[in-house]
């Protein structure tokens, strides 16, 4: 009985930080950060201000739990993308460079972002700051992971420290995420493009017969 209201009681935390993180992200696409309250996030998510306080200890530990579940399911989806991929590098990593670039969006409009990054960076040690870093290093792993599984493949060749080449490709798509949120005139078809372009000559060596 002691194990089951334990594992009931976890449920509704669990419940709870789901609830009041998609109430946040909700209300900050709609109203912008800096106009949404803790009392409007606490009664969208159905819960009192208090219970807010006593998960998050800012409005910011919201934004940056957001950042944490975004990349948890982009890092979810890269999985299974790896996983089935089919077709051949170019075809896998630009499936990966999609997904890097359009999945944040499906959680906060680009200016939701931009304070993001950069409350990731003036509150490093916060809580969801760490996590923050955590999640980043896990889809740096997964870009890796992608050219591990190439040059297994056979197509690609000749890398000799495929873990770094997969960190240059994860920082090269990032930084090119935040060229694309900070510049509400960038669009995705723009950005991509010019992605796919630095990547191809990227790798270009590696390919077979080049």
Known sequence: ??????GLREKQKVDRHRRM?????????????????????????GVSVGTVYNYYESKSEILLAIVVQ????????GQILLNEAESGA????????????KSPLRFMRKPEWRQAIALSILQPETRFGRQ?????????????????????????V??????ALGK???????????????????????IHAELKTR???MLNCYFPGD
């Open 168 to 190: 240059v490709l994860f920082h090269t798509v990032h930084a090119a995420f935040v060229t694309f949120i900070s510049n509400e005139n960038v669009k995705f078809d723009d």
């Open 132 to 156: 923050y870093r955590q999640v980043e290093s896990r889809l740096e792993a997964l870009s890796s992971q992608a050219i591990e599984n190439l040059v297994k493949r056979g197509e690609l």
């Open 21 to 45: 993180v998609s109430a946040a992200s909700r209300l900050f696409t709609k109203h912008g950060y800096d106009a949404t309250s803790m009392e409007a996030i606490a009664d969208k998510a």
């Open 1 to 6: 009985m002691v194990v089951e209201m334990a």
């Open 158 to 163: 000749g890398v000799s420290e495929p873990t």
């Open 70 to 77: 975004e990349g948890e399911e982009t890092y979810a989806s």
């Open 90 to 101: 170019s075809g896998v990593l630009d499936d990966l460079v999609v997904l890097y670039l």
């Open 199 to 201: 990547i191809d000559a």
